[in-house]
């Protein structure tokens, strides 16, 4: 069910979900500059008051997820666009992500490292958000049923590629 936030209230709306959009953007922030944060934050609420007629009563945090996910592939498609030059004078590796600081384990690293994009991303909402499989269908545009399916098969490929890592 869609109700529109009123507009008085999506100041109360916008401080009570902005944490909840900052976690998620900082913890895939990367390639971009943590100093983009702020910016990405601020992008998703600007989509949230255009849109705020189609926020879905009950599941707004994973609606606000689903848009951080979208602002999030924007930006990162903006960065790769950049000249050559910009790309250039970057240094590689000077800003690590808080999923290179939570995957310290190399094997687990290793691991995620092998699984595809949609692989990693359903295991990440699952484990690290913490979003039901409910959740993470609203957050993915999937139907429950996909959704069980596609975290199923990840774990699989996920614990193949680690039964390997730790073989070696």
């Known amino acids: 069910m869609m109700v529109s936030v009123p507009v008085d209230d999506f100041y109360e709306f916008a401080h009570t ?79 690590r992500s808080a999923e290179d600081r939570v995957l310290k384990d190399a094997a687990v690293e290793a691991s995620m490292a092998t699984l595809s994009f949609g692989d990693r991303e359903i295991l990440m909402l699952h484990y690290w958000d913490d979003l039901s499989i409910e959740q993470i269908a609203t957050t993915t545009g999937a139907t429950v049923n996909a959704a069980s399916v596609r975290l199923s098969r990840a774990r699989k490929r996920f614990r193949e590629a680690f039964a390997k890592f730790e073989e070696s």
């Open 17 to 95: 979900h902005m944490p909840t959009i900052a976690n998620f953007a900082r913890r895939r922030l990367y390639p971009l500059n943590p100093e983009e944060l702020d910016d990405i934050v601020a992008d998703v609420l600007i989509v949230a008051w255009r849109k705020r007629d189609a926020i879905p009563v009950g599941a707004e945090a994973p609606w606000l997820i689903g848009v951080t996910r979208k602002v999030l592939a924007n930006a990162r498609r903006k960065k790769y666009r950049r000249s050559a030059y910009i790309q250039s004078q970057r240094a590689e590796g000077t800003h």
